[in-house]
């Protein structure tokens, strides 16, 4: 009676359960704590006498390597929802040509022909253990007092965008720097172009991201391979466009489409709610990713990666670490 008396007058001494949410609140997970990996930067900007003495940043009319830095640190921390904290603890400016693998070395008078002509000298390669030596690499890695190296220099200086060092060095968008199994552990040495902008130093960033995660998920398969899933793009995988990859955008025909302006159904915004996958796609353009703006789209692509605390069959949920640091990449 009291339960007939209850649905007729709306009474009840039990409390209402509320419906299941159709589109439940996102759990919210730890964020791994901050790193500062120490960085040596070597700028190259030798002084051109033919240019009234003046260092080749300032005489060629190239952009200034301290403030291209700065911003490439900025905009990782941004990506990395500010995990990855770059510091700059030896910065050396040197007035010099490196020289080529070759044994081959630019001078002032040299170099201004080569740029004038636009004649260079081939091999372009620049002999890395030179400057391995030069510089000291492997002791202040071995000491603790750098986790990595910036090359900074002028176009033609022969520098790989990146380039792994140390013992069990494995590909880093370059062969591996044999010559090196001295140090401690692993290493990058980045090799950036003062005459570009921050965009190309992401760029940079982007294919050596793409080769750690490549090697992190490289015996995984299936679509237990998220870097696989993450990196599908429309036209590789028609109607499963998910993040693309450096080259390519969701919707992206050839390298470096950017700017293409056909809708695409992607499931890009699904790995910002990473772990979880779930979710439907949602039609985009490249608006999205800055219209083709090389540094926009770097800066939309990164922010995608995974970067909480967990992991899943022995892969961490934070891409970045593996990124940052390729002593945490397995070796299998």
């Not at 003046?54 to 905009?75: E, H, I």
């Not at 750098?146 to 792994?164: A, H």
């Not at 490289?218 to 899933?229: D, K, S, V």
């Not at 028609?238 to 025909?253: D, L, Q, R, T, Y």
């Amino acid at each position: 009676m009291d339960d007939l008396l209850n649905r007729l007058f709306g009474k009840s001494s039990a409390k209402s359960v509320p419906e299941p949410s159709k589109n439940p609140p996102r759990v919210d997970f730890q964020t791994p704590a901050p790193v500062h990996p120490k960085v040596l930067a070597i700028i190259h900007n030798p002084v051109i006498r033919a240019k009234g003495g003046r260092k080749a940043q300032v005489a060629y009319g190239w952009q200034d390597p301290d403030t291209l830095a700065q911003g490439y640190m900025d905009d990782l921390k941004q990506v990395s929802a500010g995990y990855l904290n770059y510091q700059i603890v030896e910065r050396l400016e040197v007035d010099a040509f490196p020289v080529k693998k070759d044994g081959f070395r630019y001078n002032h008078d040299s170099f201004d022909r080569a740029w004038n002509m636009r004649q260079f000298h081939q091999p372009d390669a620049v002999n890395y253990l030179a400057l391995v030596r030069e510089f000291q690499m492997i002791e202040k890695v071995n000491a603790g007092a750098i986790d990595e190296v910036w090359l900074l220099g002028f176009p033609y200086c022969g520098y790989y965008e990146s380039i792994m060092a140390g013992p069990g060095a494995f590909w880093c968008n370059a062969p591996p720097l044999e010559g090196t199994g001295q140090a401690k552990r692993r290493f990058v040495i980045m090799g950036f172009n003062y005459e570009r902008g921050v965009g190309e130093m992401l760029e940079d960033m982007g294919h050596r991201a793409e080769s750690m995660l490549s090697k992190v998920f490289e015996r995984t398969r299936g679509e237990a391979n998220l870097w696989e899933r993450f990196i599908r793009y429309d036209q590789k995988y028609p109607g499963h466009a998910e993040c693309g990859n450096v080259h390519f955008a969701p919707n992206s025909v050839r390298d470096y489409d950017w700017g293409n302006r056909t809708p695409v159904k992607s499931l890009a915004d699904t790995w910002i709610n990473f772990p979880d996958l779930s979710g439907d796609p949602r039609t985009m353009t490249c608006s999205e990713w800055g219209n083709g703006d090389i540094r926009r789209h770097h800066v939309w692509w990164m922010s995608h990666f995974p970067h909480v605390v967990g992991e899943t069959n022995g892969i961490s949920w934070n891409w970045w670490e593996y990124i940052v640091d390729p002593n945490h990449v397995p070796l299998r």
